[in-house]
């Protein structure tokens, strides 16, 4: 495993958000930086800060406003751990053992379930512990020409796209044919047929250049009828359903805001999620509850606290 990679988990894994102060999350932020997972640059862009007076506030050379401007650290903290925070679940090792065989088969695999059940979040981790990895995050307005950049960018190999979209095209198989990689197409349900056939092109056949993993919800499989993706149908050669986490894992994930809850509160939590959007909805659950428990001025997460989070959720 990589430095920077270790940086993020190990501050993943020890986070936790009621806990952390100012100088703590100074400290921690410093660190990334220093090891390049995070740039100045990011954190001035959530927080209006210039990169340089961020740089003085970190290096314990700010003589300006402290106070606000830890406040605004500590919001960005909590964005980034947020977004990165991840409990080892059973269907996290499921989503990492099928990018692994696909990478190492050089085949096209599709990790297909429901919306909020943590396919992203476990995509990103994946990228981050593994190098070959590339991941794409594409809109529904990706088109055949964009996906090619798109592409190109994360390969790092933008300066070659120039000429006709086949000279863009082969580029990129070019570069492959170098150095093979692992490109993760995350919401593939949202590109049009005509984006998602590049892909058939790119993989190549019988000289597989590369692996490539499609993440989708089950609108993926009417997606997959249209006659100009028959080719790209037949080269999905691994499939994997992705599910709901059990209660013990919920568990673990609550335990990262609030791990002296009451059992019955566990359960209830439990329950909204399942009934929802999964491990989506568990997390922006305890967000909310974390809200209000800053909003209170208490020092942790208790049963009211919870209780109201549920009503800022929009069902």
């Known amino acids: 495993m990589n430095t920077s990679a270790s940086n993020r988990l190990e501050l993943i894994e020890k986070s936790k958000f009621a806990n952390d102060n100012s100088t703590e999350i100074r400290t921690q932020l410093k660190a990334l930086v220093d090891s390049g997972e995070i740039k100045l640059r990011e954190i001035s862009r959530f927080t209006t800060f210039e990169p340089s007076t961020i740089s003085q506030a970190l290096n314990n050379k700010y003589e300006g406003d402290v106070e606000k401007l830890d406040d605004a650290l500590r919001r960005f903290y909590r964005n980034y751990v947020a977004k990165f925070a991840i409990i ?6 499921d989503i ?12 096209i695999a599709l990790i297909r379930g429901p919306f ?9 981790r994946f990228c981050a512990l593994n190098d070959y990895a590339a991941f794409l995050e594409l809109t529904s307005s990706t088109s055949s020409v964009s996906i090619l950049h798109r592409i190109a960018e994360a390969l790092g190999v933008e300066g070659q796209m120039s000429g006709s979209q086949d000279d863009k095209l082969h580029a990129i198989i070019r570069s492959l044919q170098r150095k093979p990689r692992l490109l993760i197409v995350d ?6 047929p005509r984006t998602l056939a590049i892909l058939r092109d790119i993989h190549g056949e019988k000289t597989e250049r590369c ?18 993706l028959g080719y790209l149908r037949r080269r999905i050669t691994i499939k994997r ?13 609550i335990d990262m805001w609030a791990p002296d809850l009451e059992r019955d509160d566990y359960k209830k939590a439990y329950s909204y999620s399942v009934s929802h959007f999964g491990v989506a909805s568990l997390v922006n659950l305890m967000m909310r509850a974390y809200d209000e428990m800053q909003m ?5 997460i208790d049963s009211d606290c919870l209780d109201e989070a549920y009503s800022w959720i929009v069902d």
């Open 296 to 300: 209170r001025n208490k020092k942790k």
């Open 187 to 192: 919401e593939a349900d949202e590109l049009k």
């Open 96 to 107: 990492h053992e099928t990018m692994q065989l696909a990478w190492k088969r050089r085949e």
């Open 88 to 93: 080892q679940t059973r269907v996290v090792v």
């Open 116 to 124: 909020g059940r943590g396919k992203s979040k476990a995509a990103h």
């Open 211 to 228: 692996g490539i993993v499609l993440i989708a919800t089950n609108r993926f499989d009417k997606l997959l009828q249209r006659p100009e």
């Open 241 to 253: 359903e992705v599910g709901e986490v059990t209660a013990d894992e919920a568990k673990k994930i």
